[in-house]
Protein backbone atom coordinates (compact mmCIF):
# COMPACT_ATOMS: atom_id res chain seq x y z
CA UNK A 1 0.00 0.00 0.00
CA UNK A 2 2.90 2.29 0.89
CA UNK A 3 4.56 1.64 -2.61
CA UNK A 4 1.04 2.45 -4.43
CA UNK A 5 0.83 5.83 -2.63
CA UNK A 6 4.61 7.09 -3.31
CA UNK A 7 4.24 5.66 -6.86
CA UNK A 8 1.12 7.82 -7.17
CA UNK A 9 2.35 10.78 -5.75
CA UNK A 10 5.57 10.57 -7.71
CA UNK A 11 3.33 10.60 -10.83
CA UNK A 12 1.26 13.52 -9.77
CA UNK A 13 4.26 15.69 -9.40
CA UNK A 14 5.50 14.23 -12.51
CA UNK A 15 2.23 15.43 -14.47
CA UNK A 16 1.98 18.79 -12.50
CA UNK A 17 5.62 20.04 -13.52
CA UNK A 18 5.21 18.74 -17.32
CA UNK A 19 2.03 20.91 -17.54
CA UNK A 20 3.73 24.54 -16.32
CA UNK A 21 6.73 23.57 -18.79
CA UNK A 22 4.25 23.03 -21.70
CA UNK A 23 2.10 26.26 -20.72
CA UNK A 24 6.01 28.14 -20.67
CA UNK A 25 6.84 26.62 -23.86
CA UNK A 26 3.44 27.63 -25.32
CA UNK A 27 3.71 31.40 -23.86
CA UNK A 28 6.87 31.78 -25.59
CA UNK A 29 6.78 30.38 -28.79
CA UNK A 30 3.37 31.87 -30.17
CA UNK A 31 2.77 32.93 -33.98
CA UNK A 32 2.66 36.01 -35.41
CA UNK A 33 3.99 38.24 -37.91
CA UNK A 34 7.67 38.71 -36.97
CA UNK A 35 10.74 41.05 -38.77
CA UNK A 36 13.87 39.43 -37.61
CA UNK A 37 17.19 41.69 -38.05
CA UNK A 38 20.75 40.40 -37.93
CA UNK A 39 23.33 43.04 -37.42
CA UNK A 40 27.24 43.30 -37.58
CA UNK A 41 29.26 45.60 -36.59
CA UNK A 42 26.08 47.56 -35.51
CA UNK A 43 24.68 48.00 -39.34
CA UNK A 44 21.86 45.71 -40.08
CA UNK A 45 22.83 43.12 -42.94
CA UNK A 46 20.07 40.84 -43.09
CA UNK A 47 15.87 40.93 -42.60
CA UNK A 48 13.74 38.34 -42.69
CA UNK A 49 9.80 38.51 -42.71
CA UNK A 50 8.14 35.82 -40.65
CA UNK A 51 4.75 34.66 -40.63
CA UNK A 52 4.59 31.79 -37.97
CA UNK A 53 7.00 30.77 -35.21
CA UNK A 54 10.63 32.38 -33.82
CA UNK A 55 12.47 29.78 -31.71
CA UNK A 56 15.09 29.86 -29.87
CA UNK A 57 17.73 26.95 -29.56
CA UNK A 58 18.72 25.81 -26.83
CA UNK A 59 22.40 26.65 -25.06
CA UNK A 60 23.00 28.90 -27.98
CA UNK A 61 22.42 32.83 -29.08
CA UNK A 62 21.07 31.30 -32.42
CA UNK A 63 17.55 31.43 -33.44
CA UNK A 64 15.30 29.89 -36.46
CA UNK A 65 12.35 30.15 -38.48
CA UNK A 66 10.68 29.78 -41.69
CA UNK A 67 10.26 32.71 -44.11
CA UNK A 68 6.96 33.43 -45.99
CA UNK A 69 8.82 32.40 -49.33
CA UNK A 70 9.09 28.68 -47.71
CA UNK A 71 13.12 28.93 -46.96
CA UNK A 72 14.44 27.75 -43.25
CA UNK A 73 17.18 29.93 -41.56
CA UNK A 74 18.97 29.73 -38.67
CA UNK A 75 20.44 33.05 -37.30
CA UNK A 76 22.93 34.14 -34.04
CA UNK A 77 24.69 36.63 -32.79
CA UNK A 78 23.19 40.06 -32.50
CA UNK A 79 19.53 39.72 -33.61
CA UNK A 80 16.49 41.80 -33.33
CA UNK A 81 13.12 40.20 -33.45
CA UNK A 82 10.03 42.86 -33.59
CA UNK A 83 6.51 41.49 -34.03
CA UNK A 84 4.65 43.47 -36.55
CA UNK A 85 1.35 41.59 -35.88
CA UNK A 86 -0.46 39.65 -32.80
Known sequence: MKRLLVLSLFLLAGCASMGAELKGCSASNRGGTYIVQVYSGGEA?????VVGFVQSESSSDGW???TEDGKFHRVAGTVTIDEVEP
Open 64 to 66: YFT
Open 45 to 49: VAAYR
